[in-house]
């Protein structure tokens, strides 16, 4: 199960609670579920009502959730996320830029406060560019998630490195106008992800870290423009994670939102030579395609989305080819029960009924 930011932490201390236990454990016949990503400081959150993984409260929430997954049998990794230029001042600790490789603003959007104190989709404001001990201060905010982790009971950790967040702000040479030790080549582009994968690594082992990458060809996406040397740039990132031997690495094909173009097969082909960890796939899959690319060898693991949000059996309906329900997408980020834990199981119901 890909994570799935749902906006349903309790307030205003962005904890998991019994609610989100619920979500999570009627899930638990995924083979994994990654939770929702989950901001590593106050100053790492672009979205209201998104839990995060440094307080003492948020990793009591999150202890409801792992054992709740885990008494049904499931397992489950938490995403450790900083959002970056995806922000505004509003969603900052001391009302201060947010935080990215530059001062260059995001095409997009975050979830914020509007005019009349409503959660709405709001610009983006433009981005500080953080300074090396700042950099440094991050990556230890990394590796304190990864202990809070531990603490609140997840099997792993996966390390956010996609969809236009703060550490895919670095590797972007369209985001990235750096001089400095992180920006210019390739290899400076790739230091915070590597650093800060090696702050989660001192905490977890290699064997239960996994990274998720979306490389994208050039085009605009909100939030996220692909850039010219993406395949180079990433390619030297799966290399370097490999030879930290991070268990795997989860790459997000674009092509899933706004038929953006993304890497195709050969690209996928060319990562299987130069990683020996596990590759998962996601975007777009349906239990067919799954079976065919696990079959061919292009991936070790097919990740699934927002089939998830409307069915929490997904797993059995593929295996008994039971018709999917569809999500109502009015209440995927709305807060509460509604469109959350009521969508039913297949079970007991008749077949496609949802
Ligand atoms: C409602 C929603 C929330 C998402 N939240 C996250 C997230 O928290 N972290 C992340 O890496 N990707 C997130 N994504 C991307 C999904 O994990 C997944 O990669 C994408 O939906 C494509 O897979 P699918 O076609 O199976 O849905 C989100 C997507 C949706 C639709």
């Given at each position: 199960m890909a994570p799935l930011t749902?906006?349903?932490?309790?307030?205003?201390?962005d904890a998991p609670w019994s609610l989100n236990a619920e979500y999570y454990a009627q899930r638990a016949g995924a083979g994994l579920i990654i939770a929702e990503a989950s901001q590593i400081s106050l100053a790492a959150r672009g979205y209201l009502m998104t839990p995060g993984m440094y307080s003492v409260e948020q990793v009591e929430g999150w202890r409801l959730v792992t054992d709740a997954v885990h008494a049904k049998g499931g397992r489950i990794q938490a995403q450790l996320w900083h959002c970056g230029r995806i922000s505004r001042r509003s969603l900052q600790p001391d009302g201060r830029a947010p935080a990215s490789s530059s001062t260059k603003r995001a095409n997009g959007t975050c979830l914020a406060y509007d005019a009349e104190g409503k959660p709405a989709r709001m610009p983006c404001d433009e981005p500080r560019a953080l300074t090396i001990p700042e950099i440094a201060e991050i990556v230890e905010q990394y590796r304190h998630a990864a202990q809070c982790a531990k603490e609140a009971g997840f099997d792993g950790v996966q390390v956010h490195s996609a969809n236009g967040y703060l550490l895919e702000q670095f590797m972007s040479s369209v985001c990235n106008d750096r001089?400095?030790?992180?920006?210019?080549s390739i290899e400076n582009r790739n230091r915070f992800l590597l650093e800060a994968v090696r702050a989660v690594i001192s905490v977890w082992g290699a064997d239960r870290v996994g990274v998720r990458l979306s490389p994208k060809v050039p085009g605009d996406a909100p939030n996220h423009e692909g850039f010219p040397d993406w395949r180079e740039q990433y390619l030297h990132a799966i290399r370097a994670l490999g030879a930290e031997s991070v268990s795997y690495v989860d790459l997000v094909n674009y092509a899933w939102a706004h038929s953006l173009p993304s890497f195709d097969d050969s690209f996928v082909r060319e990562v299987r030579t130069i990683f020996r960890g596990a590759l998962m796939l996601s975007g777009g899959y349906t239990g067919e395609r799954a079976e065919e690319h696990i079959a061919a060898g292009l991936c070790d693991f097919a990740v699934f989305g927002r089939p998830f949000i409307a069915n929490p059996d997904l797993p059995e309906r593929i295996r008994r080819n039971i018709p999917l329900a569809k999500a109502n997408e009015a209440t995927v980020y709305s807060g509460g029960v509604e469109g959350y834990t009521d969508y039913p199981a297949a079970e007991g119901a008749p077949a496609g009924a949802a």
């Open positions: 749902r906006c349903r932490a309790k307030q205003p201390s001089t400095d030790a992180y920006g210019g």
